[in-house]
């Protein structure tokens, strides 16, 4: 049975940072690409980033281009979302997502279609 369980989230002030983790149990970690999406408040969940099964290719939503970076450490079975430079807008539950398959390497897919596990979200707000 996969089990994802976030960490990291809480309430912090425009500007700041966080650093959101992923543990990841019951298969072997390093075989698929993992994702991290998010849903705002009254809005449908959306995608935030991805990373491949090795860390080599990672991609994110524009949104978040240039602010937050996506890395794993497949030793500890852990994904990870360091977000910087927060805004308001950045306000959501986060989710880490895995798929069922393996995948080959430099696979990465932004739907949540391709994502059958999904943590339990952690809340991030971001105010003032």
């Known amino acids: 049975q996969v089990q994802l369980v976030e960490s990291g989230g809480g309430l912090v002030q425009p500007g700041d940072s966080l650093r959101l983790s992923c543990a990841a149990s019951?298969?072997?970690?390093?075989?698929?690409?993992m994702g991290w999406f998010r849903q705002p408040p009254g809005k449908e969940r959306q995608f935030v980033a991805g990373?491949?099964?090795?860390?080599?290719?990672?991609y994110y939503a524009d949104s978040v281009k240039g602010r937050f970076t996506i890395s794993r450490d497949n030793a500890k079975n852990t994904v990870y979302l360091q977000m910087n430079s927060l805004k308001p807008e950045d306000t959501a539950v986060y989710y880490c997502?895995?798929?069922?398959?393996?995948?080959?390497?430099?696979?990465?897919?932004?739907?949540?279609?391709?994502?059958?596990?999904w943590g339990q979200g952690t809340q991030v707000t971001v105010s003032s």
């Open positions: 997502a895995a798929p069922l398959t393996a995948s080959a390497l430099g696979v990465i897919m932004i739907k949540s279609d391709n994502y059958t596990y």
């Open positions: 019951g298969r072997t970690f390093n075989s698929y690409y």
């Open positions: 990373i491949s099964r090795s860390g080599d290719y990672t």
